[in-house]
């Protein structure tokens, strides 16, 4: 992991521990001198660990790194060439992300679009031959690994420090798109990721995390229209599904996470204002380009319409 063809004085490697209760800082002051250790007293989640991180670090780059993803060799390297050979606009890169339990087996090429708005990991579960051979513009990064300007940190602001973790790379990403950056992957950097392939139902203080942190997002970061627009179809999904609710026992999960959102509510609103007194892009041209993602679909979507039948497309 640490071949990645820098001098050690070229890089600068922090590790956020959120109170491991194993041997782990101990093992890494004694093993791993170089690394600036930063421990948490208690779990302060992945969002304000990485955080924490953004504001010790001193380098124009930055590169989240989840605990479970392990950078091949040269990555780093690799990631670094593509962004600063990349134009200004250009606000971050991220690698193809594979499954660590099967390297042939893509875990992601980035975060697609998909509408009305929902956000995925691009050709997740593809083999590794439909990633492409050449780097191509993606709607945004997966902060399981990504290498992102300091700039866009500083214009953007952080990650959310309301969201504790889940979807807060979308909502970043959408940040940068309101301030004209853009984010590409680069094929030819190779990082493992451990998180388990097979699809797991959340757990209900996850789920009530995620949905909380989506309406969120929509709230203070989507164009006007779009944004109540998405308000009212997850209320309207929610209501239609009640009476299942209901029978499984999930409705404190759901209700709980439309009163979190409504108590924070006023909060997204400020930030709201805040981002799109800065914001280089008007909500026409966001909403134009958010359809034109979605449109497209990513990746995957693109090669499934591509390996159809000709008569399906008639």
């Known amino acids: 992991m640490l071949d990645q063809g820098f001098a050690p004085r070229e890089i600068e490697i922090l590790l956020i521990d959120n109170a491991s209760t194993d041997d782990s800082c101990d093992l890494v002051r004694r093993e791993f001198p170089q690394v600036r250790l930063l421990a948490n007293p208690r779990n302060l989640g992945f969002v304000l660990a990485i955080n924490q991180g953004l504001a010790a670090a001193r380098g124009p780059c ?7 993803a392990v950078l091949q060799p040269g990555a780093l390297r690799t990631l670094l060439d593509a962004l600063q050979r990349g134009p200004s606009d250009l606000g971050g890169v991220q690698p193809l992300l594979l499954w660590a339990a099967d390297p042939g087996i893509i875990d992601s090429a980035g975060i697609a679009l ?41 214009e953007a602001g952080p990650l959310d420090p309301d969201f504790f973790a889940e979807w807060d790379d979308v ?27 097979s699809l797991k139902r959340l757990p209900a203080d996850r789920y009530s995390r995620l949905r ?8 203070k970061a989507l164009p ?19 009476p299942h609710h209901l029978r499984a026992g999930s409705l404190y999960p759901v209700w709980a996470f439309w009163r ?6 006023p909060v997204m609103r400020r930030r709201r204002r805040e981002l799109l007194d800065c914001a280089r892009l008007t909500p026409r041209q966001m909403s134009r380009q958010l ?20 008569e399906e497309h008639t």
């Open 62 to 68: 930055i590169l989240p790194l989840n605990n479970d």
């Open 114 to 154: 998909h509408s009305p708005f929902s956000a995925r990991d691009d050709l997740n579960g593809c083999p590794v031959a439909m990633a492409p051979d050449a780097m191509q513009e993606i709607w945004g990064t997966c902060f399981a690994c990504a290498l992102i300007r300091r700039d866009v940190f500083a």
């Open 171 to 197: 909502d970043f990403c959408l940040r940068a798109r309101w301030l004209g950056y853009r984010f590409q992957l680069v094929p030819q950097a190779r990082v493992l990721h451990h998180r388990s392939p």
């Open 212 to 219: 909380r942190n989506q309406l969120c997002t929509y709230t």
């Open 224 to 242: 006007g229209m779009r944004a109540l627009g998405m308000i009212l179809y997850r209320a309207q999904r929610d209501l239609f599904m009640l």
């Open 260 to 265: 979190q959102w409504w108590e924070i509510r």
């Open 291 to 310: 359809r034109q993602f979605m449109r497209s679909g990513g990746m995957a979507y693109r090669r499934q319409k591509e390996q159809r039948p000709v």
